[in-house]
């Protein structure tokens, strides 16, 4: 099996939500918390959360991410510059991929995880994308061969730049999982997919 390991970016500022969207309740917990347990329980390697902007308050409610956590100091430089700070966090280990979870798409589980690893292991695509509907979603795996690239991408183009370029090495999973469309960025959004649904 290849080894791949789950970075969770969570340092953002969640200027459009209004609060933290890590701690944000969900189904008991928080979508931290919950998304933390699902890929530590998968068949990951590894996990790093990237924190930044109130670290320390998330810290202090979740003390159990402390040992998996990372700082991003630049985390206002947007979400490529966290995944540079867990890559670079990660690049002693000697793995064959990340797979990338971003906060505000909560709704994943270990089950769906490791469909995304085990399509990943069975070929030799070097992005791995879940979609449902034919409509790319999250989360997503980028392969080892890509690290140095991601690495020096320009934070203004973002991540999704070195996604248009290999366009033609993505392995689109279609899923039976709407969840991985699902952006949760707007109070309006958490009303929709997690207060009305009971999930909350």
Do not use: W
């Not at 994943?108 to 469909?115: A, D, K, P, S, T």
């Not at 183009?157 to 952006?183: F, Q, T």
């Amino acid at each position: 099996m290849k080894k791949v390991a789950g970075l969770i970016l969570a340092a953002g500022k969640s200027e459009r939500m209004g609060r933290p969207k890590a701690l944000l309740p969900f189904q008991g917990k928080c979508f931290l918390s919950h998304v933390l347990t699902e890929a530590v329980e998968s068949n990951l390697d590894s996990v790093v959360v990237v924190l930044g902007h109130g670290a320390e308050a998330v810290l202090q409610a979740l003390p159990e991410v402390r040992p998996r956590s990372v700082i991003n100091p630049g985390y206002d430089h947007g979400q490529l510059s966290s995944l540079q700070c867990g890559l670079k966090h990660l690049r002693a280990t000697r793995l064959d991929g990340i797979m990338v979870f971003l906060i505000d798409h909560p709704l994943i589980h270990r089950g769906l995880v490791n469909q995304l690893i085990d399509a990943f292991g069975s070929n030799d695509r070097s992005i791995v994308v879940p979609s449902f509907g034919h409509r790319r979603g999250h989360p997503m795996i980028f392969g080892s061969e890509l690290f140095d690239e991601l690495l020096a991408t320009p934070l203004d183009r973002g991540a999704i730049s070195v996604v248009r370029k290999h366009a033609h090495e993505i392995l689109h999973l279609e899923v039976n999982e709407p969840g991985v469309l699902v952006d949760i960025d707007t109070p309006e959004a958490y009303e929709e997919h997690i207060v009305r649904l009971g999930k909350a």
